[in-house]
């Protein structure tokens, strides 16, 4: 009964009819009030995907017609984003790539901002949103702190002032609890009538509900701002190389299901060898996982989902047993030849599927068609030598610098975190490959 009642609930909440009335109820608010449409905008002065996403303030309102609603937001807490540190740093390595890839602007030397750099870029800000100067002041500080130029910075203190600290931290105070009224906790994030949108990487579903709505100012026929990106599978080089693929995932993230299919078809197209290392979830890591960010995540991954042509909706958590006893069986589905059909069926089965793998009916009916006999899931399940090798994977993870799923890597390069990174992987195949010709 409990499954039937969270694949019910799980596949109304990601529904396109519900997501389809939530907007209608919205745009319907704003005509009866006389509003222009507006984006909410979320600024953290020390986040590299802020820095981003400020970028876009701009070319978004004179390409739309909408209008902006900026806020400054200090960091999430450690519940909303656990291994925080790790987060900083992986963020300053993977901002300059994503910059590269978008066309806009980050220090390829980039470094850790200092306290009282970042205070000063808050008050410089702070002063920049009274004064509605703050896109154009944003960027320039952003390039500055993310550059360690103090001498930068001061020249900007100096040309446009600052606002007192009471100003900045009442500023910084009003944001973060808008932010949270509204039901986030990062920064870098676009709001648009019901809806949220994560920096650059998000802003093509964004674009494609304002055009939707008819703001579109641009010729038909261009591009988005900011195209979505995925897999491109072009030709193979000639090369002697075979690329090792380290993924990273779990059983009850939403992320890895819509990863693992995309993932196999690319290691498969490029003739890579792929090491499937699979951990436990964050959850039953200790790592904690507020309902704000479960219920983003969820409405997040269906929009993704819908992009790469994935089904996914129909979910029953696998958090505890579920989870476990899919690690235990695929540990030896590995060795077997079938480790990546089972890692396959078994995501799709928690998250479009609607299948319990906490019950026997479930887990054996996935592992049959993953090509596995019943005699070896029961073996699988009386063997707990399963939990090393998930430690050892997490312990090469955060070898890696990372702590979450999906996570991948190429011949050992630095590692990729997201499902919405497989253009950067892609690239560091080709790279690979090419070099070894």
């Known amino acids: 009964m409990k499954a039937l009642i969270s694949r019910n609930l799980s596949a109304l909440l990601t529904s396109r ?26 600024h953290q002065a020390d986040d590299p995907y802020s820095h981003l996403a400020v970028q876009m303030l701009a070319p978004l309102a004179a390409r739309y017609g909408v209008a902006l609603d900026i806020s400054l937001v200090v960091p999430p807490d450690e519940a909303a984003a656990p291994e925080y540190g790790k987060l900083k740093d992986y963020a300053l390595r993977d901002a300059v790539r994503v910059a590269r890839e978008y066309g806009v602007e980050f ?32 960027v320039e500080a952003g390039r500055a702190l993310f550059a360690r130029d103090a001498a930068a910075i001061d020249r900007l203190v100096e040309s446009h002032g600052v ?27 676009f709001w648009f009538e019901g809806e949220w949108y994560w920096g650059i990487d998000r802003l093509n579903h964004l674009e494609e509900r304002l055009a939707g709505m008819g703001f579109d100012k641009a010729p038909a026929g261009t591009p988005p701002l900011a195209p979505y990106r995925d897999l491109k599978l072009g030709p193979v080089p000639e090369s002697g190389h075979c690329p ?84 235990a069986v695929i540990h030896h589905a590995i060795p077997l030849g079938r480790g990546e059909a089972f890692a396959e069926l078994g995501c799709r089965a928690v998250f479009a599927d609607g299948i319990d793998i906490s019950s026997d009916e479930g887990l054996f009916d996935v592992a049959k068609r993953a ?22 994977n997490r312990k090469a993870l955060f ?16 590692a990729h975190w997201g499902q919405d990174r ?16």
Do not use: C
Request: glycine share 8%.
């Open 163 to 189: 606002a007192s600290a009471r100003e900045t931290q009442r500023a910084l105070k009003s944001g973060t609890a808008k932010r949270r009224k509204l039901g986030h906790y990062l920064s870098g994030m």
């Open 107 to 138: 220090p390829a030397d980039a470094a850790r901002p200092e306290e009282r750099e970042i205070a000063r870029v808050n008050a410089l800000l702070a002063s920049a949103l009274r004064k509605g100067k703050f896109a154009d002041q944003a």
């Open 17 to 42: 009819g519900l997501r389809n009335t939530r907007r209608a109820l919205h745009a319907l608010r704003r005509r009866l009030g006389g509003g222009k449409p507006t984006v909410h905008y979320f």
């Open 422 to 437: 497989f253009w950067a992987l892609e690239q560091d195949i080709l790279a690979a490959m090419t070099a070894h010709r």
């Open 399 to 414: 070898d890696a610098g990372l702590w979450g799923a999906p996570t991948f890597r190429v011949d050992g390069m630095p």
């Open 371 to 392: 090509g596995l006999s019943a005699s070896v899931v029961k073996e699988a399940l009386a063997d707990d030598s399963w939990q090393q090798v998930a430690e050892e």
């Open 244 to 327: 090792v693929i380290d993924f990273w995932f779990s059983f009850r993230s939403p992320y890895s299901w819509i990863a693992v299919p995309r993932m196999l078809k690319l290691a498969h197209h490029y003739n890579a060898e792929l090491r499937l290392r699979f951990i436990l979830p964050m959850v039953m890591r200790g790592l904690p996982v507020p309902r704000t960010k479960r219920f983003y995540i969820v409405l997040d991954t269906k929009r993704e989902a819908d992009r790469a042509g994935l089904p996914f909706g129909r979910m029953v958590d696998s958090v505890g047993r579920g989870a476990a006893r899919a690690l």
